[in-house]
């Protein structure tokens, strides 16, 4: 089978101590748990494996914040963990037209909501949902389940738009580069499919609609404030994660992967020998939007983190995808698992008006996809999907503990 990156180079991207955007309270950036409950192998469900043993370390053998909401009977929802409050209701609209309404929105008679940026939408994203992607995209599976929690928030399969995935949930994230050729792109997050991607803001077709629900509270929610150890760990005072410095320096399937942090748990890696391998929530918290490699070179990472440097599958520079511990439950059982792209979210699109398939960034980097968890690469050879996901399997790993 073939690996993609074999010319793999380990780069620092900044010498500084500390980070904050601000000073943000300890927690006052709290992960929400993804509220996956059940294990699987390269396939299906399985009982949860033993330390030691194959798959043992996914996403639902840790429990973090448990999602916990509080209906106000207002038409608001208080999210118990982050402190935000959230319009329970939704509207389909456009970016302008999001940017208009939230100017004079009032509702519960509050009147400083906002957009909520990429993290604060992300952090609705509950994994005990099922992907109702399927070849039927006109119709809901009988399996599909949405990845919100439906108890306390309107959800609606195709609200903004043909397809039954059509639910993106708008952020305020612009993405700092451009995608699928020169389009300024926006971030959502899918809430019928349990990914995140970068959309045009306008197509040729006009204006593309999203889902928006507007938040407010918690400023401070998505900041992180990074200290460096000095030991080859990184802690964030706001998530109260400590996160290796480094990465794996190499790509390796999803069970490879959660067995590497078996090993270097044997090792005291660091002094340590409780690492894990991050849900998809908590690698997401370290993503920073402020970098793209097409805007100023670099991994959409804080400098403090040391990345691999990859060759892509047009071998021009780039930087990895990585693993999560989190399962994306699908209509085929649980074969794909959730990486989080730090580099370009790179697809094969195919130009309609020349009919040739060209390599380009579909999504943006800071995207969240799935691959599938073992396989050749090399079937994938136009990617997968509408825009061609690059599908690469040997994705890479850097690990996280809790302070």
């Given at each position: 089978m073939k690996k993609l990156f074999i010319l793999p180079l380990v780069i620092?991207?900044?010498?500084?101590?500390?980070?904050?955007?601000?000073?943000p309270s300890a927690g006052q950036y709290k992960i929400?748990?993804?509220?996956?409950?059940?294990?699987?192998?390269?396939?299906?469900?399985?009982?949860?494996?033993?330390?030691?043993?194959?798959?043992?370390?996914?996403?639902?053998?840790?429990?973090?914040?448990?999602?916990s909401y509080t209906d106000n009977g207002d038409g608001?929802?208080?999210?118990?963990?982050?402190?935000?409050?959230?319009?329970?209701?939704?509207?389909?609209?456009?970016?302008?037209?999001?940017?208009?309404?939230?100017?004079?929105?009032?509702?519960?008679?509050?009147?400083?909501?906002?957009?909520?940026?990429?993290?604060?939408?992300?952090?609705?994203?509950?994994?005990?949902?099922?992907d109702a992607s399927s070849r039927q995209m006109n119709q809901v599976p009988p399996s599909a389940k949405p990845f919100v929690n439906t108890d306390y928030f309107d959800f609606e399969?195709?609200?903004?738009?043909?397809?039954?995935?059509?639910?993106?949930?708008?952020?305020?994230?612009?993405?700092?580069?451009?995608?699928?050729?020169?389009?300024?792109?926006?971030?959502?997050?899918?809430?019928?499919?349990?990914?995140?991607?970068?959309?045009?803001?306008?197509?040729?077709?006009?204006?593309?609609?999203?889902?928006?629900?507007?938040?407010?509270?918690?400023?401070?929610?998505?900041?992180?404030?990074?200290?460096?150890?000095?030991?080859?760990?990184?802690?964030?005072?706001?998530?109260q994660l400590m996160w290796q410095q480094t990465d794996s320096k190499k790509g390796m399937n999803w069970e490879e992967a959660l067995a590497w942090v078996s090993e270097r748990n044997k090792e005291n890696y660091l002094g340590y020998n409780d690492w894990r391998l991050p849900n998809a929530k908590e690698l997401h918290s370290i993503l920073d939007y402020s970098n793209a490699p097409q805007y100023n070179h670099q991994a959409a990472i804080h400098p403090l983190f040391k990345i691999t440097k990859i060759k892509d599958e047009a071998q021009n520079d780039n930087y990895p995808f990585f693993w999560s511990s989190t399962t994306l439950a699908g209509q085929r059982g649980g074969q794909q698992a959730i990486y989080i792209c730090f580099g370009e979210a790179l697809g094969f699109m195919k130009n309609r008006r020349s009919n040739t398939t060209e390599l380009m960034d579909v999504h943006g980097a800071g995207a969240q996809r799935s691959d599938p968890k073992v396989g050749d690469p090399d079937d994938y050879p136009q990617g997968h999907g509408p825009q061609g996901d690059v599908i690469r399997i040997y994705n890479y790993v850097r690990m996280v503990r809790n302070l």
């Open positions: 620092s991207l900044g010498m500084v101590n500390t980070y904050a955007q601000t000073t929400v748990d993804t509220d996956q409950q059940k294990c699987y192998d390269n396939q299906r469900e399985v009982t949860p494996p033993e330390p030691g043993k194959a798959f043992y370390g996914q996403d639902a053998q840790f429990n973090g914040n448990q999602p608001t929802i208080t999210d118990n963990v982050t402190g935000l409050m959230w319009q329970k209701g939704f509207e389909a609209m456009t970016y302008e037209q999001a940017l208009t309404k939230v100017k004079s929105f009032n509702l519960a008679n509050h009147t400083d909501w906002r957009i909520p940026s990429i993290k604060e939408a992300y952090s609705l994203m509950l994994y005990s949902g099922v399969y195709g609200a903004n738009g043909d397809r039954i995935i059509d639910t993106q949930m708008m952020s305020s994230t612009i993405y700092k580069g451009k995608t699928m050729g020169n389009n300024t792109t926006v971030f959502g997050v899918n809430l019928a499919d349990g990914r995140i991607k970068g959309y045009p803001v306008s197509t040729p077709r006009g204006d593309k609609k999203h889902t928006v629900r507007f938040v407010r509270g918690n400023s401070h929610y998505g900041i992180n404030n990074f200290e460096d150890n000095g030991d080859g760990t990184i802690s964030d005072l706001s998530t």
